[in-house]
């Protein structure tokens, strides 16, 4: 197995709370895993090495919210929204309709070029999702698309009701046949769970159908308004429930004492003008927070981790290390990808070989020079992406 060394590492983040962040540090790459991380001065030979002369680095991002199976442009209704034209989800149906026209290589490519992107600005674990095909057949394809590219596909049949369906009937195809199609397909099952979408009972139904095929749970809460989302995947024990931009204290504390990782998407609140998600509380409360892009064409057109972590730190009173932290290990927290052998969003020996290394000396570079492209070398898997 080729091994490759990282060294005059100026400061590195490692997410293992044994050792958290090293000064002057090297990391080895073997194969796909981490094989020794430690001082630059003791660092074992390896088959190659690259001196990266005193920069900072940081585990890949891990993206743990996307919808990047989809074809087709919302710029329109972005501007729109921009102009002072609500977000209400309702264009979701504009893009179901671009992607069940696409054919399977459109799909493929578009999906391709999205991840491609996010890798190029250090985004090495991406967890996808269906929902832009809403019938059995199209969710089928978009889930086996999906699964050949992504690190994780989870199954959102519940995005929206398909304007061909009657809406009293839809939850049982999604229960039913929708479910029984996809899930060999994938490993997690969401229900967006909002006033004009899935409400407290259908979510609990959609949920429960698919823990009982053995899938993870994750839920889209608390988006537009206060409601149930919360409460809900705190209760079915979901892994993660993603945007509680409306929180109550009682989500708040619920959050906190629970193993549902509480997912940001600060990208998402500022493309819909809805207030910044209230991290602060939830830190403070003590719950875990990961922040993702939500990348989609819709409410949240960004594959930039780093956009994300600015905001958290510039707008939403998070430091640079709850950050960081947030959107690496928090990621790989929320696809339960955190521990052992091949874990993501960490630099220790055994985690997968995903490292990122910035043009900068220091990870508060991220919040102190947004928007400036800081990348400069990724390892994925321990290759070095072009
Ligand atoms: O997470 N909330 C529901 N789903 C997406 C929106 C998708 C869209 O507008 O196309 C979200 O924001």
Same mark, same amino acid.
């Given at each position: 197995m080729k091994s490759t060394l990282v060294t005059g590492i100026g400061e590195l983040t490692t997410n293992d709370p044994g050792l958290r962040r090293l000064h002057r540090a090297a990391v080895v790459l073997e194969g796909e895993r981490v094989a020794w991380v430690g001082d630059a001065a003791t660092a074992p030979m390896a088959d190659a090495a690259v001196d990266v002369a005193g920069r900072a680095a940081l585990p890949g991002w891990v993206d743990s919210h996307t919808h990047l199976l989809f074809a087709g442009d919302r710029t329109a209704e972005f501007e729109a929204r921009m102009a002072g034209a609500a977000y209400t989800a309702g264009g979701i149906l504009a893009t179901v309709e671009a992607t069940r026209k696409a054919t399977d290589a459109e799909l493929r490519a578009n999906l391709a070029a999205h991840l491609a992107e996010a890798a190029r600005q250090g985004t090495t674990c991406v967890e996808t999702k269906t929902g832009y095909g809403l019938t059995v057949a199209d969710e089928l394809r978009c889930a086996r698309i999906a699964r050949d590219l992504a690190d994780e596909v989870t199954f959102l049949g519940a995005h929206t009701v398909p304007p061909e369906t009657d809406p009293r009937c839809y939850v049982d195809t999604v229960c039913g046949d929708m479910l029984a199609a996809v899930a060999g397909h994938v490993g997690w099952a969401d229900v967006f769970c909002e006033v004009g979408a899935f409400d407290e =009972? #259908?979510?609990?139904? %959609? *949920?429960?159908?698919?823990?009982?095929?053995?899938? /993870? &749970?994750?839920? @889209?809460?608390? #988006?537009?308004? !206060? /409601?149930?989302?919360?409460?809900?995947? %705190?209760? *079915? /024990?979901?892994?993660? %429930? $993603? !945007?509680?931009? @409306? &929180?109550? =204290? =009682? $989500?708040?504390?619920? *959050?906190? /004492?629970? $193993?549902t990782v509480a997912t940001l998407l600060p990208a998402c609140d500022l493309s819909t003008r809805q207030p910044l998600a209230p991290a602060r509380r939830l830190l403070d409360a003590g719950a875990v927070v990961a922040l993702a892009t939500n990348a989609n064409p819709g409410s949240s057109y960004t594959t930039s981790m780093a956009f994300c972590v600015a905001t958290a730190v510039l707008q939403m009173g998070m430091s640079i290390t709850e950050a960081v932290w947030a959107a690496t290990a928090g990621g790989a927290r929320a696809l339960r990808r955190d521990t052992g052998e091949g874990a993501v969003g960490t630099i220790r020996v055994g985690a997968r070989a995903d490292l990122q290394v910035l043009d900068a000396p220091s990870v508060t570079h991220l919040a102190y020079r947004p928007g400036v492209p800081l990348t400069w070398a990724v390892w994925r898997r321990g290759r070095l992406l072009g």
């Open positions: =009972e #259908q979510s609990r139904r %959609v *949920l429960r159908a698919a823990a009982a095929r053995g899938l /993870g &749970l994750r839920v @889209h809460g608390n #988006q537009l308004g !206060h /409601g149930p989302g919360v409460r809900l995947a %705190v209760r *079915l /024990g979901a892994a993660s %429930v $993603d !945007h509680c931009t @409306h &929180l109550t =204290e =009682e $989500d708040v504390a619920a *959050l906190a /004492g629970s $193993d």
